[in-house]
C-alpha cells in the first residue's frame, strides 16, 4: 500500500516546481467574485499551440483543447471559437503576437492567451503567455517544464495562472475529486482523477470496502473510511510518507468524516456509545470529544469557513433533516423544513450556501442559505446524491444514475452545465474535491 501511495503521490505533485517564470508586465485585474450577481464574462481567444509531437501524441492539439476546456468550465471566461477569428490561431507564433491585435480588438476580445510547445531530451516544454488586447501589453510569460505524461497537468497550471492574473483568485484547473468506485461485488475503492475525469489512479487496493474520502485543506491528507480491519474504521492517508494510519477504530462506525477549515480537527460520526453521534477528535488521534448525543443518528458533519458552525444531517425529528450547531455542540437548530428527507449537507468555501441532497420527486441536489432561505433545486434527471463543492465555490460534484447506474457528474454552483465525468461500467459515487 505504501508504494501505491507513492506512485499516486508522484502523478498528483511530481509536475509541480519543475517550471521558470519570466518577469512579465501586468495588465488589468478584473473582478469576478461571486455575490449571486450575473456578471460579464471575460472574453479570451487561443493562439498559438501548433502541432508539436511527443511520445507519439500531438502535444500542441491537446494543449490547446484542455487550456478552452479550462477556462470555459470556470465560468469566467467567454472562450472565442478558433474559426470565429480573422486568423488561423495555430499560425500566431511567440513575439508576433502583437500584428493580431487589431482583428481581436474588433471582435471586442479582451485577452489573448498564446501558447508554443517544445521539448527538452524527454520533458515536455510550455511557453504561455496572456495579453491584454486593448492595451496591447504582456499581462505574464512563463515557461513550464515536465513530463511529458503530465502534460494536462502543466496546460492546468497554464489556465489556473490566467484565471489568478486575471482575477486574484486561485484557479481550480489542478484539482482532483476524489470518489468511491464498486470495483466488484464485495470491493469499493477510492480513485481519484483530474477534476475533468482525467488521470484516473487507485488511492486503495485493498479488495474491502472503502467509503467517503475526505481531502484535508492542505490536500496532503485524505481520512476515509474502511472495512479493511473487519470494522468501518477511520483511516488517514498521507501522501508525503506513504503511510496509512488508523486514527479511529472504535467498535461500531466510525464514518463520514470532515476536516475541520484550519485542518486541525476532525469531525466524524461514530456509534460506540450508543446511537450514532458526531465527535470531533485531532487530526494526530486522541479521546474524541462528543457534539451530540442520544439514541438517533447524527452523520454527514461539514464545517462552516471560518470554522465556527457545522452542519449536518440528523433524523432526531423523525426524519433525517438538515441541522446547523456551533463547534462546541451548542445553539443546535433545524435548517431544512421542505421535504420528508434532506441529508449529505457540504458548506460553500465561500459560505454563503450549503448544497444538500433533497428529495423532491425523487433524490436531488439542492441549495439553501445557512439562515434557511432561498431554497433552490438543482438537479431534476435521475437519482441525485453526494454533492461536494469545488474549492472556489463555483461548481457542486455529486452522483447521478441518469446514465443508468451511479456516475460522477459535476455542474455550476446555479445547476448549469451538468456533466458527466466517469464512465466505466461500474458504480461511482461520494465524491470529494480536493484544495
Not at 428529495?359 to 432561498?374: E, F, T, V, W, Y
Amino acid at each position: 500500500m505504501r508504494n501505491l501511495s507513492r506512485i499516486v503521490l508522484c502523478a498528483v505533485l511530481s509536475f509541480l516546481g519543475v517550471f521558470a517564470a519570466v518577469d512579465a508586465s501586468h495588465g488589468q485585474t478584473y473582478d469576478r467574485t461571486i455575490s449571486g450577481a450575473v456578471v460579464q464574462k471575460i472574453t479570451i481567444a487561443i493562439g498559438g499551440f501548433a502541432g508539436f509531437t511527443l511520445s507519439g501524441e500531438d502535444l500542441g492539439k491537446l494543449g490547446a483543447a484542455v487550456l478552452a476546456n479550462d477556462l470555459r468550465f470556470t465560468t469566467v471566461f467567454d472562450v472565442m471559437e478558433g474559426a470565429i477569428l480573422p486568423f488561423d490561431p495555430g499560425t500566431v507564433q511567440l513575439d508576433q503576437e502583437r500584428a493580431v491585435m487589431p482583428g481581436l480588438a474588433a471582435l471586442k476580445v479582451q485577452q489573448f492567451a498564446v501558447g508554443q510547445v517544445s521539448s527538452r531530451g524527454r520533458e515536455a516544454v510550455l511557453e504561455g503567455r496572456l495579453f491584454d488586447v486593448n492595451t496591447g501589453n504582456q499581462v505574464f510569460a512563463k515557461r513550464y517544464v515536465g513530463d511529458a505524461k503530465f502534460f494536462r497537468l502543466i496546460i492546468h497550471r497554464f489556465a489556473d495562472d490566467i484565471v489568478f492574473n486575471l482575477t486574484g483568485e486561485k484557479g481550480i484547473a489542478q484539482t482532483r475529486i476524489a470518489f468511491v468506485s464498486a470495483v466488484s461485488r464485495t470491493a469499493k475503492e477510492i480513485f481519484v482523477m483530474d477534476y475533468d475525469g482525467a488521470s484516473l489512479l487507485p488511492l486503495t487496493g485493498n479488495q474491502t470496502i472503502n467509503l467517503s474520502p475526505r481531502w484535508s485543506p492542505d490536500g496532503r491528507l485524505i481520512a476515509y473510511t474502511s472495512y479493511r480491519n473487519n470494522n468501518p474504521d477511520l483511516f488517514v492517508l498521507n501522501f508525503d510518507s506513504g503511510r496509512r494510519d488508523v486514527l479511529s477504530a472504535q467498535r461500531g462506525l466510525n464514518v463520514t468524516p470532515a476536516w475541520s477549515p484550519d485542518g486541525q480537527w476532525l469531525a466524524l460520526a461514530m456509534s460506540a456509545s450508543g446511537g450514532t453521534n458526531l465527535f470531533i477528535m485531532p487530526k494526530a488521534g486522541g479521546t474524541p470529544r462528543p457534539l451530540t448525543a442520544g439514541p438517533t443518528i447524527s452523520i454527514s458533519p461539514s464545517f462552516s469557513p471560518n470554522g465556527r458552525q457545522i452542519v449536518f444531517n440528523s433524523d432526531r425529528g423523525g426524519v433525517p433533516q438538515v441541522y446547523i450547531m456551533d463547534v462546541d455542540g451548542s445553539n443546535l437548530h433545524r435548517l431544512t423544513f421542505q421535504g420528508n428527507y434532506n441529508s449529505s449537507p457540504r458548506w460553500s468555501s465561500r459560505g454563503e450556501k450549503i448544497v444538500f441532497m433533497c428529495r423532491l420527486a425523487g433524490n436531488q441536489i439542492c441549495l439553501i442559505n445557512p439562515d434557511g432561505s432561498g431554497l433552490q433545486q438543482l438537479t431534476s434527471a435521475g437519482s441525485n446524491e453526494d454533492p461536494a463543492w469545488s474549492p472556489d465555490g463555483r461548481h457542486i460534484a455529486f452522483s447521478s444514475t441518469r446514465s443508468g447506474q451511479r456516475d460522477i457528474f459535476v455542474m455550476h454552483a446555479d445547476g448549469t452545465e451538468q456533466r458527466r465525468l466517469t464512465n466505466n461500467g461500474r458504480e461511482n459515487y461520494l465524491p470529494d474535491w480536493s484544495p
